[in-house]
């Protein structure tokens, strides 16, 4: 790991910032990424779930483990329990943190080698994926640049519940971005993976409640425990005293190189009953 120093307050477009440190310590460990100075978000206020209104505020340095373990989160938002509990292991949920969790990077091995050639990691270098051991990667919303996955399961569930995140510049300037907006497509610039400019800090993220008792967070993986989404979907779906789907919000993970709304299987359960034929077409 190569060396770095401390600081109170980012200065350089090449300083990071550290919150639970789960993944940047990695990926510096494996020498991806090589930051002089880090900026320990640990002092800030940042923590704590409050029910505000209609709506759940959390804090961006809450852990996974303590929204997981909130009774309001079990009792209104089950989605989103559920998907923090299929994340990682209990070990990493006590530190990992709320907002880097919606930053973390792809577990693509050509971005993790640096003898691999990644555009994500080196712009320009080319995609070792595209041709190579694709597995596991993207097949939605690549480009002839990247082919890299998104690999969290949190972010797929809140974006199925509208999920609003809170970003504080460097100016102290505070503006609020649905989830949906905040991860970019690769295009030819993969190396671009957020809206996020320099300076930019989640400080929290907004949650509104509505009816989400039926609802659900389903992942798909090698092994039971501790291991990254080859697919996941989250559904969220509301119904008339008839049974007709009148809400409908899914989600898909694993599979696309960012968080991924899938309105146009959306549009296919909305006004219909469930039932197979009803899924299956959506799918």
């Not at 440190?21 to 990695?26: E, F, M, Q, R």
């Not at 597995?135 to 509208?162: E, H, W």
């Amino acid at each position: 790991m190569k060396a770095f120093t401390f600081t109170e307050a980012v200065q350089t477009p090449s300083d990071m910032l550290v919150a639970g440190g789960t993944t940047l310590v990695d990926l510096m460990k494996l020498g991806i990424l090589t930051p002089s100075r880090l900026v320990d978000l640990g002092d800030q206020a940042l923590t704590g779930i409050e029910v505000q209104g209609d709506t759940l505020h959390i804090g961006a340095m809450t852990t996974m483990a303590a929204l997981a373990d909130h009774l309001v989160v079990a009792q209104r938002l089950p989605i989103v329990r559920s998907a923090l509990l299929q994340s990682a292991s209990p070990q990493i949920r006590n530190m990992a943190t709320i907002g880097g969790n919606l930053l973390q990077r792809t577990r693509c091995s050509y971005f993790r080698d640096t003898a691999a050639s990644c555009n994500k990691r080196r712009p320009g270098s080319g995609c070792g994926a595209i041709g190579g051991d694709s597995r596991g990667l993207a097949i939605i919303g690549t480009s002839s640049a990247c082919i890299a996955n998104y690999p969290g399961d949190l972010a797929i569930a809140l974006l199925v519940l509208d999920t609003r995140i809170e970003v504080q510049s460097l100016d102290g300037q505070r503006r609020s971005i649905p989830l949906e907006d905040l991860h970019r497509l690769p295009g030819m610039t993969p190396e671009q993976e957020t809206i996020l400019d320099f300076g930019d800090v989640i400080i929290g993220i907004t949650v509104p409640f509505g009816d989400h008792t039926r609802s659900s967070y389903v992942k798909v993986r090698d092994r039971s425990s501790y291991a990254f989404a080859l697919a996941s979907a989250a559904a969220s779906i509301t119904l008339d005293n008839a049974g007709t789907v009148t809400r409908c919000s899914i989600a898909v993970g694993g599979v696309a190189s960012k968080p991924w709304r899938t309105r146009a299987a959306e549009a296919a359960i909305i006004g219909q009953k469930v039932t197979e034929a009803t899924a299956l077409a959506a799918g």
